[in-house]
Structure formats: structure tokens, C-alpha cells
T-cell receptor
């Protein structure tokens, strides 16, 4: 079984440029999460989807961040415009459904904003 | 919201020794406590978890204990090996929504 897939693995952009990250969860997993992980810290939730519905996006900086999961499968996280402080690893995770399910993480996208 | 504190931030042991990482949480409604291992440049991987109706859980060399009254839980690794070297994260989640709050991580270094 394939795990959570993310692309790109690395991205370097200049500040004020837009950037997008893509995630394909494990097949059949209804819940999808986007996390931000700064160096030396644990993952911090940005947004959680149940199928195509964003059910928790309180931590998403909506002035510059957006996300979508149109068909309830893969998802895209976008930053526009990027700032220097956005440099981090963006992790996607999925789980089978609601409740205390195990989360399976993707390899992450390491973003560097110059 | 939930607040998870994790200690120590760095732990250095000799191969064969035991390692203990401790976490505290603030939300008494939290009922699920997973532990993740993250090797350098790789994804976090679940190594063990415990739910609030259980006080201890073991899986080979790894064990987790939970004290709900004191709101703390610990990871125990026995007979450590160099391949155990990684960053370990604890997390706490409450209710049915499963949105875990992660600790800041512990960098475990096992010296051969």
C-alpha cells in the first residue's frame, strides 16, 4: 500500500512569490491534515479536512494561505505571497476517519523563502 | 486549548541503556496519546500510542505509561540501539475530533 505522497519535496522561492504544495493521502482515508513544522519543533496543525469539508482551519493564516480538497481525495495548500517566516516543512497526514485514528504522515515539503 | 510540554529536549545515552522521555498535558479531556519518531529529513512515524482507559502499554523494547490524575505520560525505551537515534514527539488529543497537540520533541542520541 502506498503511503501519503507529497510534492514537491523541496521548494526554494523568493519572498512575495506564490507557492503550492500537493498531497495525495492513503487510499480510502477520509481525513486529511496539513501541518507546519518549524526546525526543532513539533508539527502544528494548519487545517483538517473530513472528505472535502474543511472542519478545522482556525490556525490557517487566511490572509495568505489557502487550501482545497475539491473531490475529497488529494489536496493543495497554497501560500500567496510567501514571506521569509514561512520557511518550514509542510507536512500532510491522513487517517481513515473521525475519532482517535492513527495519523500517517507524508515526507513533507521543505520550503525555503529567500 | 491543549498545551503539551516535553522533556528533556536532548537525551544522550550509551547503547544498551534505557531512555525515558516525559510529557505533561493541560486538557483533562485529552484521551489519546501517540508517540512519533522522526529521523532526520524523514516523516514522523507512529511508534506507540495509549488511550486514557489504559495505564501502560508495551511493544517489545518500547513502553508508554499514562497518569491521568497527574496529566503526564512517558515513553520508555529499553536496551537502546544506535538506530533508535531520532527526534521523538509526544502528542495529546481529545474528544472525537482527533486534533493532536504535539510536544516540542526530544532529540535522542544513542552512542555505540
Amino acid at each position: 500500500e502506498a503511503g501519503v505522497v507529497q510534492s514537491p519535496r523541496y521548494k526554494i522561492i523568493e519572498k512575495k512569490q506564490p507557492v503550492a504544495f500537493w498531497c495525495n493521502p492513503i487510499s480510502g482515508h477520509n481525513t486529511l491534515y496539513w501541518y507546519l513544522q518549524n526546525l526543532g519543533q513539533g508539527p502544528e496543525l494548519l487545517i483538517r479536512y473530513e472528505n472535502e469539508e474543511a472542519v478545522d482551519d482556525s490556525q490557517l493564516p487566511k490572509d495568505r494561505f489557502s487550501a482545497e480538497r475539491l473531490k475529497g481525495v488529494d489536496s493543495t495548500l497554497k501560500i500567496q505571497p510567501a514571506e521569509l517566516g514561512d520557511s518550514a516543512v509542510y507536512l500532510c497526514a491522513s487517517s481513515p476517519g473521525q475519532g482517535t485514528d492513527t495519523q500517517y504522515f507524508g515526507p513533507g515539503t521543505r520550503l525555503t523563502v529567500l | 486549548g491543549e498545551n503539551v510540554e516535553q522533556h528533556p529536549s536532548t537525551l544522550s545515552v550509551q547503547e544498551g541503556d534505557s531512555a525515558v522521555i516525559k510529557c505533561t498535558y493541560s486538557d483533562s479531556a485529552s484521551n489519546y496519546f501517540p508517540w512519533y519518531k522522526q529521523e532526520l529529513g524523514k516523516r514522523p512515524q507512529l511508534i506507540i500510542d495509549i488511550r486514557s482507559n489504559v495505564g501502560e502499554k508495551k511493544d517489545q523494547r518500547i513502553a508508554v505509561t499514562l497518569n491521568k490524575t497527574a496529566k503526564h505520560f512517558s515513553l520508555h525505551i529499553t536496551e537502546t540501539q544506535p538506530e533508535d537515534s531520532a527526534v521523538y514527539f509526544c502528542a495529546a488529543a481529545s474528544g472525537g475530533s482527533y486534533i493532536p497537540t504535539f510536544g516540542r520533541g526530544t532529540s535522542l542520541i544513542v552512542h555505540p
